[in-house]
Every structure is written in structure tokens, then in C-alpha cells.
């Protein structure tokens, strides 16, 4: 699935974001390189969250619901922009 869209939609992994609601999903985003976010109605304990570092299923966002997560989605998106113009302003800078 993800090279057919890849594949189709020429998507840069690194500038994607995969949803899921498994540890399998998270660990996807993960072999892909993509950012993962976790989508689960309930609060995760302390333990939850030790079973998915040793799952290495570690999400790099949680949220309750779809919009939740596309809100954090979009947060991180426009971050990353900003992030990326001054670091290529810099770059210009020094060259």
C-alpha cells in the first residue's frame, strides 16, 4: 500500500504522516520513515506508553479522535515549513 502511493502520488515519506490505531501502524510509519500518530479514544498510562517503546511503537503524536489528529497534523506541517525556509535562508546566507 505504501509504494503503490508512493508510487502514484510521488509522496516524499519523510514529509508524510501515517494514522493508525495499531502498534502495527505506528511501527510502519516508523520503517518508512513517515511521522506517526496514534489514534486511540483513551488516555494511555504509564505502562501503555512503556509497551509501545519496547515495541518500538512510539508515536510521535496521540489523539482521541481524526480531527484531533489532523489538527496536530497540520501544527506540525506548518512547523516543519517554517523550519525548513530558515534553515535554506541560512544556507543562502553562507553560500
Known amino acids: 500500500m505504501v509504494e503503490r502511493a508512493v508510487s502514484e502520488l510521488q509522496?516524499?515519506?519523510r514529509r508524510s504522516y501515517l494514522i493508525g490505531d495499531?502498534?502495527?501502524?505506528?511501527?510502519?510509519a516508523h520503517r518508512v520513515g513517515a511521522k506517526a500518530i496514534l489514534l486511540t479514544p483513551v488516555l494511555l498510562d504509564t505502562q501503555s506508553l512503556e509497551t509501545l517503546?519496547?515495541?518500538?511503537?512510539?508515536?510521535d503524536?496521540?489523539?482521541?479522535?481524526m480531527a484531533e489528529a489532523v489538527d496536530w497534523i497540520l501544527t506540525d506541517a506548518a512547523k516543519s515549513a517554517s523550519e525548513r525556509d530558515e534553515r535554506e535562508r541560512r544556507e543562502r546566507r553562507e553560500s
Do not use: G
Not at 495499531?22 to 510502519?28: C, K, N, S, V
Not at 517503546?53 to 508515536?59: N, R, T, W, Y
Not at 503524536?61 to 479522535?65: F, H, R
Open 11 to 13: 509522496l516524499d515519506l
Open 22 to 28: 495499531h502498534t502495527r501502524d505506528i511501527q510502519l
Open 53 to 59: 517503546k519496547v515495541e518500538q511503537a512510539m508515536p
Open 61 to 65: 503524536a496521540v489523539a482521541k479522535s
